[in-house]
């Protein structure tokens, strides 16, 4: 008799995952199990909290796609695009894109194919209107965020961090000069995002505890909130602590 080749795979996924829960290997990927797959999850933070650190991470374990509104602003900017020039001024002021292009922007994006199994959200929602936008929008499509990760920073260490943090240009990867070095070989092309020159940075906390910080009342109301501590311990120690406060 002819097995369900459907069921066939479900019961090889069970083995592998009682045989290695830490690793599986389906369709020649490694997929590591961190128990959190399929979530929609939404970065919250100051700027500088390490969102974009702790997602890159997450994003590469959980095989989902990592979607930062600053990152597609920035790239934007640099390509010299349409939308790159409607930004241009916001950014570099340290105040916020509007709330209409910017949920356009995210809308399009999730609807591509790569975000069906879960994703994580950072730097957006980042105002209640476009936190609302995005509860509305999901529900449409039959879903909703599984959960809001704030990780809570004070502002003086947030200032402390970003007049160190450099990246590198071909790559997007960050590091920080005090917090994590860069290896020495590529400290010559690493460069400092222009909108961490500490009185833009002064401005981005300013519009952070204005108009985004309250969204995270937003979220605990919607049951969906955690905080995890962030300033006091390295990049490696939170990612445990986000790990370990995800639901499974
Ligand atoms: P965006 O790019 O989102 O900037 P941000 O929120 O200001 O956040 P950052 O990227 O500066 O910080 P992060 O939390 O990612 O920290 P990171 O991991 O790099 O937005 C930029 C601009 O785009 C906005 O100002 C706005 O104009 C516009 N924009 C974006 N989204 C928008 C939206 N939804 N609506 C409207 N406008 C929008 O870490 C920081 C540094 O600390 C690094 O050097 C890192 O190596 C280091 N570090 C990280 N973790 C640790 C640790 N545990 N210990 C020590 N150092 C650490
Ligand atoms: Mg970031």
Redesign the pocket.
């Known amino acids: 008799m002819r097995r369900d080749p459907y069921a066939i795979l479900a019961a090889r996924i069970v083995r592998e995952m009682q045989d290695s829960p830490e690793k599986i290997n389906m369709w020649g990927k490694t997929w590591k199990g961190t128990g959190c797959m399929g979530l929609k999850i939404v970065m919250l933070?100051a700027?500088?909290?390490?969102?974009?650190?702790q997602a890159v991470r997450m994003a590469q374990e959980m095989g989902v796609p990592h979607i930062?509104?600053?990152?597609i602003?920035r790239k934007n900017l640099r390509e010299g695009t349409d939308l790159g020039k409607q930004v241009q001024e916001?950014?570099n002021s340290?105040?916020?894109?509007p709330d209409s292009l910017?949920c356009d922007i995210v809308a399009d994006r999730l609807q591509e194919s790569d975000c069906a199994n879960g994703y994580i959200l950072?730097?957006?929602?980042?105002?209640v209107p476009?936190a609302e936008m995005l509860t509305e929008f999901l529900a449409k499509h039959g879903g909703k965020i599984d959960v809001a990760v704030n990780v809570d920073v004070p502002d003086e260490v947030i200032v402390d961090?970003?007049s160190?943090?450099r990246s590198n240009p071909e790559t997007g990867e960050?590091?920080?000069l005090k917090?994590?070095p860069p290896p020495p070989e590529i400290a010559d092309k690493l460069i400092q995002r222009d909108?961490d020159k500490p009185e833009t940075v002064q401005e981005?906390l300013r519009t952070y505890h204005e108009t985004t910080e309250p969204i995270i009342d937003y979220y605990r109301t919607l049951g969906v909130l955690v905080d995890v501590p962030?300033a006091d311990?390295?990049?490696d120690e939170?990612y445990r602590r986000i790990m370990d406060v995800l639901p499974k």
């Open positions: 933070g700027p500088g909290a390490g969102k974009g650190t930062s509104t600053g990152d602003f916001y950014l340290g105040g916020l894109v910017t950072d730097g957006f929602p980042r105002s476009q961090r970003l160190a943090r960050v590091y920080n917090f994590n909108d981005r962030g311990a390295g990049p939170i």
